[in-house]
C-alpha cells in the first residue's frame, strides 16, 4: 500500500533562505508524486509533479523537487524563500499511476519571516 | 486559470441532520472527486465519478454518502444523517482526463454539532 511521510508539521525560515520541506513516500509500484500548495481559504494547487523521466522537476514559483528512488523520498525545495511562500505543503502519491487518487501527507506549514 | 468553486464556503449543521455539499467543477471536465480532511489530519480520498457513476470509492465512503451529478454543471456531495466525525475541510477536485491535472475547488468547512 502507498503511504507520504512528511517530516515536519511546521517550518519558519528567513526570508531570502533555502527552503526544504521533507517527503518520504512508501509505494510497491513506480509512484507517481506531487506536491501541492494550499493558500489561505484557497484549494490545493498543484506544485509540480514526478511521473517518469528527469529525477529532477521544476514547478511553479521557483519551487523545484528531486526524486530518489534509493531514498524513497521527494523534498521540496526553493533556494530563496519569499514572504509569499507562506502556506501549507502537501506531499502526495498516485495509488492507480494516475492523477486521480492521491495519498496525502500530513502537510507542512511553511512560515517565512522578514 | 478556470476555477472550481464550492458553496457554501462554511456549513454548520446539527447531529442527524442532512447535508449537501456544492461544486461546480471546470465545464470540459469529465471526472469529478470529492476529497475530505479532518482538521489536523490527512486530506483524504472519498469518490470519484464519471460518466454519471461511481468509479472508485474508499472505505469511509459508506452507505451515509452519495455523490450525484443532477444537471449539466453542478457535482453534489450528499450525507444522509451527519455524524460528529464528519466534521471536515471537504475538497471537490475536477479533471479532463483520469492522468491529468486535478483541480481543486477551495473546499467547505462542515461542522456537525
Known amino acids: 500500500a502507498q503511504s507520504v511521510t512528511q517530516l515536519g508539521s511546521h517550518v519558519s525560515v528567513s526570508e531570502g533562505a533555502l527552503v526544504l520541506l521533507r517527503c518520504n513516500y512508501s509505494s510497491s509500484v513506480p509512484p507517481y508524486l506531487f506536491w501541492y500548495v494550499q493558500y489561505p481559504n484557497q484549494g490545493l494547487q498543484l506544485l509540480l509533479k514526478?511521473?517518469?523521466?528527469?529525477?529532477l522537476v521544476k514547478g511553479i514559483n521557483g519551487f523545484e523537487a528531486e526524486f530518489k528512488k534509493s531514498e524513497t523520498s521527494f523534498h521540496l525545495t526553493k533556494p530563496s524563500a519569499h514572504m509569499s511562500d507562506a502556506a501549507e505543503y502537501f506531499c502526495?502519491?498516485?495509488?492507480?499511476?494516475?492523477?486521480?487518487?492521491?495519498?496525502f501527507g500530513a502537510g507542512t506549514r511553511l512560515a517565512v519571516h522578514p | 486559470e478556470p476555477e472550481v468553486t464550492q458553496t457554501p464556503s462554511h456549513q454548520v449543521t446539527q447531529m442527524g441532520q442532512e447535508v449537501i455539499l456544492r461544486c461546480v467543477p471546470i465545464s470540459n471536465h469529465l471526472y469529478f472527486y470529492w476529497y475530505r480532511q479532518i482538521l489536523g489530519q490527512k486530506v483524504e480520498f472519498l469518490v470519484s465519478?464519471?460518466?454519471?457513476?461511481?468509479?472508485?470509492k474508499s472505505e469511509i465512503f459508506d452507505d451515509q454518502f452519495s455523490v450525484e451529478r443532477p444537471d449539466g454543471s453542478n457535482f453534489t456531495l450528499k450525507i444522509r444523517s451527519t455524524k460528529l466525525e464528519d466534521s471536515a475541510m471537504y475538497f471537490c477536485?475536477?479533471?479532463?482526463?483520469?492522468?491529468?491535472?486535478?483541480?481543486f475547488g477551495s473546499g467547505t468547512q462542515l461542522s456537525v454539532l
Open positions: 502526495a502519491v498516485s495509488v492507480s499511476g494516475g492523477y486521480n487518487k492521491l495519498i
Open positions: 465519478f464519471y460518466n454519471n457513476e461511481i468509479s472508485e
Open positions: 514526478y511521473t517518469t523521466g528527469a529525477t
Open positions: 477536485a475536477s479533471s479532463r482526463q483520469p492522468n491529468e491535472k486535478l483541480f
